[in-house]
């Protein structure tokens, strides 16, 4: 029997991009699909056109509303609501490749242990070129593959980068302690996926458009980020330590730590950007005390994968420069603000 694919959108605020996006699920060559829209207390029309978008679908599409809990509230609502041997996420503001499910569905069919197929995707509307891949080229991956994926770069951990059978997804599980989380949702949902896989498949090509926006939820930065970067971070942690344990590689937490270090990079980056100046320098006071950025910070590995920019910011965060890590902020803010004229 063919696999039918619940196609999962979560929805807030995107009216301008809502068509396009349910668009590129219409288009797809492969017809064994529903469409799952999660209306997340929106407050512009995205309500309304996903009623209309659902009526014209008929069976074929389903809208979920609800108040506004966040964006992992609403992808675990889709997931409730969704009767699909699989899932793929896609966020209201991107697009699949019109071939994206056919693909999809080879992947699978290539073996019945196959559990999750992760595919590139393209900052290219025509889907043209591809963004750094996570693995060297297309096949099997093992579930060592996929845990190494989920620690060390390039990593895996977008939920709209791969798509995941329904009999590894932790559908009975309580998420509601985290809802709310504007940071690493996809990180928290992703780890006991790969926990859980035998094995997967990657195609090497780009079937998923990633719309830069500025717009978007995970590109605004706002105080509550930071506890849930603490929160996901040691769970992430907890992870790294016991796959370390079991694969006898201890690469793996040296991967979290790194991607913890990094973190405060962009905090502080963040909270230059929100904040006036004297509670944002308050706050790197604060941050440059922190005992695990202290730990990571005099690990030396945690450094070397780290892009320059970031290892930049740490060192002023490290040294107490303070006002050079303000500058760089309102810096990269003025260059945004010109780029999106």
């Known amino acids: 029997m063919p696999m039918l ?16 996006c349910v668009s590129s699920v219409r288009a797809q060559t492969y017809p064994d699909w ?20 659902a009526e014209e679908l008929g069976e074929q599409a389903c809208v979920v509303h609800q108040d506004s809990a966040g964006p992992l509230a609403a992808r675990r609502a889709g997931l409730r609501a969704a009767k699909g041997d699989a899932f793929v996420s ?25 559990d999750v197929v992760a595919y590139g995707y393209s900052r290219d509307r025509g889907f043209s070129t591809m963004v750094a891949a996570p693995f060297d080229s297309a096949g099997h991956f093992t579930r060592a593959d996929l845990v190494r994926r989920s620690c060390l770069p390039p990593t895996l951990f977008s939920m709209w980068a791969k798509a995941v059978r329904r009999r590894v997804m932790d559908l009975d599980a309580d998420y509601s302690d985290y809802f709310g989380l504007s940071f690493a949702e996809d990180l928290l949902q992703s780890l006991p996926i790969a926990d859980a896989v ?3 498949y990657y195609i090497d090509e780009p079937l998923y458009y990633y719309r830069v926006n ?6 605004k930065f706002d105080l509550r980020q930071l506890d849930a970067r603490e929160l996901v971070h040691k769970i992430h942690l907890g992870y790294a330590r016991r ?25 502080a980056q963040g909270v230059c950007e929100v904040l006036p100046k004297a509670e944002a320098m308050n706050c790197l006071c604060k941050f440059s005390q ?9 690990i030396p590995c945690c ?10 910011i740490l060192g002023m965060l490290s040294s107490g420069h303070f006002d050079v890590i303000w500058a760089m902020a309102k810096a990269k803010a003025a260059l945004h603000k010109v780029s999106r004229r």
């Open 5 to 20: 694919y619940s196609v999962i959108v979560p929805v807030y605020n995107v009216e301008a991009y809502l068509r396009e």
């Open 34 to 53: 529903e469409l799952v829209l999660v209306d997340d207390g929106s407050t512009d029309s995205s309500p309304a056109i996903c009623d209309e978008l």
């Open 90 to 114: 896609l966020d209201s503001d991107d697009a699949l490749r019109s071939d994206a499910l056919e693909m999809i569905d080879a992947a699978f069919r290539s073996g019945e242990d196959v």
């Open 198 to 200: 035998r094995r997967g």
């Open 214 to 219: 500025t717009a978007s939820l995970t590109r």
């Open 243 to 267: 796959w370390a344990e079991e694969l006898g590689d201890t690469s793996l937490v040296a991967g979290v730590q790194m991607t913890g270090l990094k973190s405060y990079a962009e905090i």
């Open 290 to 298: 922190d005992p695990t950025f202290l730990e990571y910070y005099a």
């Open 303 to 312: 450094l070397d994968g780290i892009r320059r920019d970031r290892r930049l």
